[in-house]
């Protein structure tokens, strides 16, 4: 079984949507994480979650809205999103925070924007 | 502020051949940790090695080897006896601290690829 699970592969929505991105991690952890991938961009950190807690949103606009239910499960809520939003969102997991241990990816939604 | 610059875009070459990719870091901590990840076209950033800063011993695992030399600021990658396999995209990343809330800063990331 995979580490770090994110389901769907593949979105398409329109700007009216909503919907959500779900990510789960099999490995024990206790950080989570949203990253953003646009094309031509280095990866952009959204948003950490350390033992259910978030400690880190990255200036990212409201229509995004994480969710972790336990260290296992991440979820981004998706409403009225925009063109520019259109990228590949990767979860990922680590030890925790503070240790600087690798993080493990998924492979990501890649979310298209109509 | 923590920046990883890998200028090199993209890299093509022929299979068997051997590649270097380059990183170079900005940091003013003295405790930091560089990693690699690979992204092949699935999309998953897989983890290749973890290097923290006080170990400047240069690593081998297989064909892959990494050279880290804090002089310049450098932790490039070399791949020996390329293979088809190794097409991908290659991510250099830094994190800054320890005990502290690390934050993983990534460069904008090497397109190999590998052809016949």
Request: charged share 20%; glycine share 4%.
């Amino acid at each position: 079984e995979t580490g770090v699970t994110q389901t769907p592969r593949h979105l398409v929505m329109g700007m009216t949507n909503k919907k959500s991105l779900k990510c789960e991690q099999h490995l024990g952890h206790n950080a989570m994480y949203w990253y953003k991938q646009s094309a031509k961009k280095p990866l952009e950190l959204m948003f950490v979650y350390n033992f259910k807690e978030q400690t880190e949103n990255n200036s990212v606009p409201s229509r995004f809205s994480p969710e972790c239910p336990n260290s296992s499960h991440l979820f981004l809520h998706l409403h009225t999103l925009q063109p520019e939003d259109s990228a590949l969102y990767l979860c990922a997991s680590s030890q925790d925070r503070f240790s600087n241990q690798p993080q493990h990816f998924g492979d990501g939604t890649r979310l298209s924007i109509l | 502020a923590q920046k990883v610059t890998q200028a090199q875009t993209e890299i093509s070459v022929v299979e068997k051949e051997d590649v270097t990719l380059d990183c170079v870091y900005e940091t003013r901590d003295t405790t930091y940790y560089l990693f690699w990840y690979k992204q092949p076209p699935s999309g998953e950033l897989v983890f290749l090695i973890r290097r923290n800063s006080f170990d400047e011993q240069n690593e081998i695992s297989g064909r892959y080897s990494w050279n880290f030399q804090k002089s310049t600021s450098s932790f490039n990658f070399t791949i020996t006896a390329s293979q088809v396999v190794d097409s991908a995209v290659y991510f250099c990343a830094l994190s800054e601290g320890y005990g502290t809330a690390s934050k993983l800063t990534f460069g904008t990331g090497t397109r190999l690829q590998v052809t016949l």
